[in-house]
């Protein structure tokens, strides 16, 4: 897979679409859970996309069940679980594995282009994508959606 662009995903209701769709746009792509210790985050990142959606800026979450099973739902509950808990009113896709055996090509892709390269190691792990398709940082669970260091480099990828 030679670029983010040429993988298809599909979104929480099933529609099958190409990620190039998303081309010139800042991403934050995030694996999510409903049952994890950084479900609050689904909080930080609805301000995230308040914050900066107008600026050519998305969230793309990813629900996962491959870390400690926090993400048992279906597509449907997921959803309702993000909209009636959180409000969440970016971008949610289809469950996916963001490492294994069955790894989602957008996590292949992901893990082996980012710095550091490497599996996923927990739930909301976040990749910022630039505008050109290229991953301009990683960062882990456990850097908040408000963390200064992520909001920087948001920053510096939307002036690029």
Not at 79 to 85: A, E, I, M, V
Not at 108 to 118: M, R, S, V
Not at 153 to 160: P, S
Request: proline letters at 4%; charged letters at 20%.
């Amino acid at each position: 897979m030679a670029t983010m662009t040429d993988i298809r995903v599909k979104t929480i209701d099933g529609q099958e679409q190409s990620l190039s769709q998303y081309q010139g746009n800042v991403l934050l792509i995030v694996n999510v859970a409903s049952y994890c210790g950084y479900t609050p985050q689904y909080q930080g990142l609805q301000e995230l996309h308040e914050q900066y959606r107008d600026r050519g800026f998305k969230i793309l979450a990813f629900p996962c069940n491959d870390f400690g099973a926090q993400e048992p739902g279906t597509n449907e509950q997921i959803k309702t679980f993000c909209s009636t808990r959180y409000n969440v009113s970016f971008e949610l896709f289809d469950k996916v594995h963001a490492k294994g055996s069955e790894q989602h090509p957008l996590y292949q892709w992901l893990t082996t282009h980012a710095t550091p390269t490497g599996d996923v190691s927990w739930n909301f792990e976040k990749f910022l994508i630039g505008k050109q398709g290229e991953i301009v940082g990683r960062f882990p669970s456990r850097v908040a959606p408000n963390d200064a260091e992520l909001l920087g480099a948001i920053d510096q990828a939307l002036a690029a």
